[in-house]
């Protein structure tokens, strides 16, 4: 069984689209991140949930919305996607926020063409 | 300047090798993490360690607090450990708000 997994792997979309990756984990653990790491290979958390609730927003532009129906869930929403969206997007989950190893998902290719 | 600096940014060793890669880093923290990442994308944690020295197989992770520096080395290096691996550290300002900002990696190659 996979312990983060996101859907989906990749997605490829036109500037202005809105769309959704989904984020589940397995585990048990009560905190979830979104990250995104660059075209320069360069990572970056965007928001953390602990218990559902909304810990780090980190400067991210609102149209990125990240919701938790549950612990086991962390979607994020991107309305009107722009050209520098295009990244990879990775959720990760740990026990609680501190000094707890993340697991990680796979990663969600998004292409904004 | 980011606040975590790993060296070197690129590393070829050949097989047998051993391997340093170095962080260094500006801020308080609450722990320090080590992650590798695979030529096919997946993140994998390797170490979380707020103090000393952890060993996992062929990896050593240590740690120093006072001079805000970790090591990663990898003994007898094989090609299968050829992926990037990233420094990471965790701080927050108190409650829940603890994060991790990474380093901008280490490509490390093994030849056969």
């Known amino acids: 069984d996979t312990a983060v997994s996101q859907t989906p792997k990749y997605l490829v979309t036109q500037m202005g689209n809105d769309k959704s990756i989904k984020c589940e984990q397995n585990?048990?653990?009560?905190?979830m991140y979104w990250y995104k790491q660059d075209s320069k290979k360069f990572l970056k958390i965007m928001f953390s949930?602990?218990?559902?609730?909304?810990?780090i927003n980190e400067t991210v532009p609102n149209r990125f919305s990240p919701k938790s129906p549950d612990k086991a869930h962390l979607n994020l929403h991107i309305n009107s996607l722009e050209l520098g969206d295009s990244a990879v997007y990775f959720c990760?989950?740990?026990?609680?926020?501190?000094?707890?190893?993340?697991?990680f998902g796979p990663g969600t290719r998004l292409t904004v063409t | 300047k980011n606040e975590v600096e790993q060296s070197p940014q690129n590393l070829t060793a050949q097989e047998g090798e051993f391997i340093t890669i170095n962080c260094s880093y500006s801020?308080?923290?609450?722990?320090l993490h080590w992650l590798q990442q695979h030529p096919g994308g997946g993140i994998v944690s390797l170490f979380m360690?707020?103090?000393g020295k952890k060993k996992h197989g062929r990896l050593i992770a240590t740690i120093n607090i006072q001079e805000k520096h970790s090591s990663l080395h990898i003994t007898a290096s094989h090609p299968r450990d050829s992926a990037v691996y990233i420094c990471?550290?965790?701080?927050?300002?108190?409650?829940?708000?603890?994060?991790?900002?990474f380093g901008k990696g280490t490509l490390l190659t093994v030849n056969p």
């Open positions: 990760a989950s740990s026990i609680q926020t501190e000094t707890y190893e993340q697991y």
């Open positions: 585990l048990g653990h009560d905190t």
């Open positions: 949930y602990n218990n559902k609730e909304l810990i």
């Open positions: 801020v308080g923290i609450s722990a």
């Open positions: 360690l707020s103090s």
């Open positions: 990471a550290v965790e701080a927050g300002s108190g409650g829940s708000n603890y994060k991790l900002t």
